[in-house]
Nanobody, 123 residues
Framework: EVQLVESGGGLVQAGGSLRLSCAAS????????IGWFRQAPGKEREGISC????????YYTDSVKGRFTISKDNTKNTMYLQMDSLKPEDTAVYYC????????????????WGKGTLVTVSS
């Protein structure tokens, strides 16, 4: 059984930092495109960052560029999202996901999803 388990969410003040983790079992992250998505209250889920397994290229949506950093530790089969300079508009449930072709992270193409972790940024 494949499981993706997020952790690290919580309440933080604007300007602060959090590091999210996504631990995988049942799959090897190195074989998948892996990424982070988020869904804010009343909004659609959006992809915010991704690592392609084909070429290692990372992607960030414009709203988080320069503030968030995606990484992975293949020895631990764990992915991370370092979030700095957090803003109230970053408040959302954050999900990790994996896609088997390895090329990229598209919401309707991900094969596996975690259950999410809530990040709340206070002003």
């Amino acid at each position: 059984e494949v499981q993706l388990v997020e952790s690290g969410g919580g309440l933080v003040q604007a300007g602060g930092s959090l590091r999210l983790s996504c631990a995988a079992s049942g799959i090897t992250f190195d074989d998948y495109a892996i990424g982070w998505f988020r869904q804010a209250p009343g909004k659609e889920r959006e992809g915010i960052s991704c690592i392609s397994s084909k070429d290692g290229v990372t992607y960030y949506t414009d709203s988080v560029k320069g503030r968030f950093t995606i990484s992975k530790d293949n020895t631990k089969n764990t992915m991370y999202l370092q979030m700095d300079s957090l803003k109230p508009e970053d408040t959302a449930v954050y999900y990790c996901a994996a896609e088997s072709s390895g090329y990229g992270c598209f919401d309707n193409a991900m094969d596996y999803w975690g259950k999410g972790t809530l990040v709340t940024v206070s002003s």
